[in-house]
Each structure stands twice: as C-alpha cells, then as structure tokens.
Nanobody, 126 residues
Framework: QVQLVQSGGGSVQAGGSLRLSCVAS????????WGWFRQTPGAEREGVAK????????FYADSVKGRFTISQDNTKRELYLQMDSLDPDDSAVYYC???????????????????WGQGTQVTVVS
C-alpha cells in the first residue's frame, strides 16, 4: 500500500503562484507514475500533470502547459506541482495520485490511478 499526504495550496490572486507537495510513504517502490489532478464541484476529475517516477519524464494537460511544472525530489518520495500565472479557472481541489499498475490508458486518465491524496483547495481570485 502507498499513502499520499499533500500540503500546500490556498488562495492567491490571478497571475500569482502556488506550490503543492505530496509525500509518499509505504510501498513507494510500487509507484510507476504519479501526478496531479483537480476537480471542481459538479465536474469530473481532470488530469493536470503526471511524471514517470523512474525516468522523470513529465506530461502536461494542454490547459496548464507552460504555466505548471511537475517535479519529484531525488528520493522520488516527494512530488511537487509549481503553479505559475494562475487563473481563476485553475481554482479547484487538487489531488495527488499514484499509479502502481501497468494498465494502458491515456497518461492523465484518473481511473487507472490507484492511490489518492486527501486533496487540497486552490482558489485563484481575480
């Protein structure tokens, strides 16, 4: 089992920056990919960015490309999401998630991610 604990988030003005962190514990060796998702009330959860835990190769949703940066620390037990040039449309609950299976799917398909963090609110005010 893998446990994910998130920190960061909060409220910021449009154009500002926030950084999210996610610490993995337990059987972290199982994690193949991990990333960030977000969800607003009444909407489906959508993928924001993910990283191949082994190679460090990132993948971004078009909506955040060039503004958000996903990274992991050298131990590969902490995941980050640096969010710059934030827009009110980025407001959502953000979740860290880990994929420990080999199910083929689009890189940011929420359904194939096994473990989820507790979520953290990001609010961008205009």
């Amino acid at each position: 089992q893998v446990q994910l604990v998130q920190s960061g988030g909060g409220s910021v003005q449009a154009g500002g920056s926030l950084r999210l962190s996610c610490v993995a514990s337990g059987d972290t060796w199982r994690i193949l990919h991990w990333g960030w998702f977000r969800q607003t009330p009444g909407a489906e959860r959508e993928g924001v960015a993910k990283i191949d835990r082994g190679s460090g190769s990132p993948f971004y949703a078009d909506s955040v490309k060039g503004r958000f940066t996903i990274s992991q620390d050298n131990t590969k037990r902490e995941l980050y999401l640096q969010m710059d040039s934030l827009d009110p449309d980025d407001s959502a609950v953000y979740y860290c998630a880990a994929k420990a299976n080999s199910i083929g799917a689009p890189p940011l398909a929420p359904a194939v991610y096994d473990q989820w963090g507790q979520g953290t609110q990001v609010t961008v005010v205009s």
